[in-house]
């Protein structure tokens, strides 16, 4: 079973993995996805917070390619168990 951390960076890692390959339809379904996760009192917010984020950033490959290397590093670290929740992770929406 998969915990909530490697379930929010898998989702990430999806909206990154859209957001390269540039196709509009796949980034709406990858935000969209990911906003499905939260409660609904939350929805509205997530979303408006993911798009701002994938906004600011879809225009520079460099940091997209980046952010898609560090949340794969971080999910194997975490599948690996070497995960430590007091250590200062970096942030991977931004």
């Known amino acids: 079973m998969k915990t909530i951390e490697e379930i929010e960076l898998l989702s990430w890692k999806a909206i990154w993995l859209a957001v ?3 196709k509009n339809t796949h980034i709406q379904r990858a935000i969209n996805d990911h ?20 906004r600011d950033t879809q225009r520079q490959p460099h940091e997209v390619a980046s952010r898609i290397q560090r949340v794969s590093r971080t999910i194997r670290t975490l599948q690996k168990g070497n995960f430590n929740a007091h250590r200062q992770e970096e942030c991977h929406a931004s």
């Open 35 to 54: 906003v499905e996760r939260f409660k609904a009192s939350e929805q509205d917010l997530v979303r408006l917070r993911t798009i701002h984020i994938v």
């Open 20 to 22: 390269q390959s540039g």
